[in-house]
């Protein structure tokens, strides 16, 4: 088996990331069955933590040596079930039916996958999602383990690349969702990789902005954001403006007066953090979906503008208007098909050029490109 595996420590790239032969990782337990990845994604989270930029506060909720890789379409192993063949996406978050925890916390009880708190405990290490615990493998490799509650089968219909999407574009939906946008309100996204391209994806699917702003740099990310549903695509350093321009705003030094009654951050660095608070309304919402890890931002304007800064992570259920409780898998399975997300796949690599792939990945909007895949079809390994 081939995997790239992280140790503890790093800080420089590809500091902790090696490319290992190695077994695959034991069956857990009762009702755990073995996959074979087809298509593995390169996450803005994963390359934090080969960076080493990723916040100490993650290391209760991982275990190390771990294998990298959440965003996963993979063949059901043949020996282990009756679904031979099928193809799945994997829910990578470990919650409580995964670990075995009984009775489950109050946010699994409520299909709240996301927010477990019983991620760091059960029956296996502890690992808040697949690809960050040393008991389940992770998608850059060639064989790992899942629960059976983690699978979702993919449509016979549904291409690798779009389903490799269907994980981060969960993430997109429930993020757009957690914005609250109220028929009528302007909305603006900072950040225009895949996490904003996605985010301004299920916006405009999900929502009823008066207004969609993004900010966008590089003309790929341009045409995508324009495809996908911005009403307006500013160069960032002209975000600003666009949305003064939108909301009749005056500017009192680099703050404006009204604002945007939503901005999605989808960077998560000081920077973009700073820039959402300068362009928000009084009492608007920030809503923070890039990981962050440790920012030194000034929160004057936050306090005498009484304005809500919100987090925004993984997955779970959602309560839509018209149809009620729906898994967030399940709409993000929907958008990826309705709005052809497969697109954003701009590259793909083989494992043993895992550092080739890292740098694209860590450079996709300037070399034109948006998700970076491992492409594992073909290794020898997938078929022992
Ligand atoms: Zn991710
Ligand atoms: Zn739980």
């Not at 629960?147 to 993020?175: F, R």
């Not at 796949?345 to 083989?350: I, L, N, Q």
């Amino acid at each position: 088996m081939v995997a790239g595996r992280l140790q503890p420590g790093g800080g420089a790239r590809f500091g902790p990331l090696s490319l290992v032969d190695e077994p695959p990782p034991d069956l857990p337990g009762d009702g755990w069955v073995r996959i074979r990845p087809r298509l593995a994604g390169i996450c803005g989270s994963d390359l934090s933590t080969i960076d080493g930029a990723a916040a100490r506060y993650f290391e209760p909720i991982v275990s190390f040596p771990f294998v990298p890789g959440h965003e996963v379409v993979a063949d059901l192993d043949g020996s282990d079930g009756p679904a031979t063949g099928a193809r799945v996406v994997l829910e990578p978050v470990l919650g409580c039916v995964a670990r075995a925890v009984q009775p489950p916390c109050a946010a699994c009880a409520r299909g709240d996958l996301g927010g477990c708190e019983r991620v760091a405990f059960g029956a296996i290490a502890p690992g808040l999602q697949t690809g960050f615990c040393c008991d389940t493998g992770g998608g850059w490799s060639t064989e790992l383990v899942a629960h059976g509650s983690q699978l979702h089968t993919v449509p016979a219909d549904m291409s690798d690349e779009a389903a490799v999407m269907v994980e981060p574009t969960a993430c997109a939906v429930h993020a757009a969702l957690r914005c609250e946008v109220e028929p009528g309100d302007v909305v603006a996204v900072v950040g225009a990789g895949t996490l904003g391209l996605l985010t301004l994806a299920s916006l405009r699917q999900l929502t009823e902005p008066a207004r969609l702003i993004i900010g966008a740099k590089h003309p790929a990310q341009r045409r995508l954001a324009t495809e996908l549903g911005a009403d307006v695509v500013a160069q960032p350093h002209e975000l600003i403006r666009a949305v003064r321009r939108a909301t009749g705003s005056l500017a009192a030094g680099s703050q404006l007066t009204g604002g945007a009654d939503v901005v999605v951050d989808c960077v998560g660095s000081n920077e973009s953090l700073a820039e959402a608070l300068r362009m928000v309304r009084p009492r608007g919402r920030v809503v923070l979906v890039g990981m962050p890890a440790t920012v030194d931002v000034e929160l004057t304007s936050l306090w005498h503008r009484e304005v809500d800064l919100r987090g925004a992570y993984a997955y779970g259920t959602e309560v839509i208007a018209g149809r009620g409780a729906v898994r967030t898998f399940d709409l993000a399975f929907e958008l990826v098909q309705a709005a052809r997300l497969d697109r954003l796949v701009t590259a793909r690599y083989p494992i043993d050029r895992f550092e080739d792939a890292v740098a694209h990945a860590a450079q996709a909007g300037r070399r034109g490109a948006v998700k970076i895949v491992f492409d594992l079809r073909s290794e020898k390994d997938r078929y022992r």
